[in-house]
């Protein structure tokens, strides 16, 4: 099957969503921990999310146009603070249901049951059933004019992670804590560890 520019063009739009987000295959599912200056937190999830760097270690993450109300990117704007919590099977349904669009007023915390967890110093909040958890600071935001999106680089300041899910060699076993992963809007997948090979030189 051959998929043209054209076909690509003429898709229904919920189609082409789909199809675009399938098609670089599984990536991490996390939810975005943020809290805006008047003091209301808010829960979304994101799977447009990538390391950039190891020193600093940075992690980037695509939001949508903001052609609409878009609470994520406000937040950070504000208060250039955000989490990524780890979305597992124990907190898929609500992880999911966290996209929905809520009103600036109301939590996704309590619009879906899952609890707040603090740590001095940071002003996003965390997700307490999330194993794996990280706060970011915001470093820079990269507009890309070609699809009004924007690139939003975090440098990361704090990582919660389970006791024994730590390596020594700085891996951090993502199988183990049951960390999900997902493409489209909707698809969601286990991660299992299949092979580890050894550092690659000529």
């Known amino acids: 099957m051959i998929i043209t520019l054209s076909d690509i063009e003429n898709m229904e739009k919920l189609e082409r969503v789909q199809f675009a987000t399938t098609l670089p295959g599984p990536k991490p599912i996390c939810l975005v921990g943020t809290r805006s200056a008047s003091g209301f937190t808010n829960l979304a999830p994101f799977s447009s999310i990538t390391h950039l760097g190891s020193y600093p270690i940075l992690?980037?993450?695509?939001?949508?146009?903001?052609?609409?109300?878009?609470?994520t990117l406000a937040n950070i704007l504000e208060t250039e603070s955000w989490t990524l919590n780890h979305v597992t099977d124990k907190t898929l349904e609500q992880a999911h249901q966290c996209a929905a669009?809520?009103?600036?007023?109301?939590?996704?915390?309590?619009?879906?049951?899952?609890?707040?967890?603090?740590?001095?110093?940071?002003?996003?909040?965390?997700v307490a059933e999330c194993p794996i958890?990280?706060?970011?600071s915001l470093e820079e935001i990269v507009d890309i004019p070609s699809n009004g999106t924007?690139?939003?680089?975090?440098?990361?300041?704090?990582?919660?992670?389970?006791?024994?899910?730590?390596?020594?060699?700085g891996s951090i076993c993502l199988a183990s804590q049951e960390s999900l992963a997902s493409t489209a809007l909707d698809t969601y997948f286990r991660i299992?560890?299949?092979?580890?090979?050894?550092?690659a030189k000529p």
């Open 133 to 136: 958890r990280y706060a970011l």
């Open 150 to 169: 924007k690139l939003i680089v975090g440098r990361v300041r704090l990582v919660d992670i389970p006791d024994g899910s730590y390596s020594p060699d």
């Open 59 to 71: 992690i980037g993450m695509v939001t949508r146009p903001d052609t609409a109300e878009r609470h």
């Open 192 to 199: 299992s560890k299949h092979k580890r090979l050894p550092y």
């Open 101 to 126: 669009r809520y009103a600036e007023d109301v939590s996704e915390f309590s619009a879906t049951g899952l609890t707040e967890l603090s740590h001095p110093g940071i002003t996003a909040p965390f």
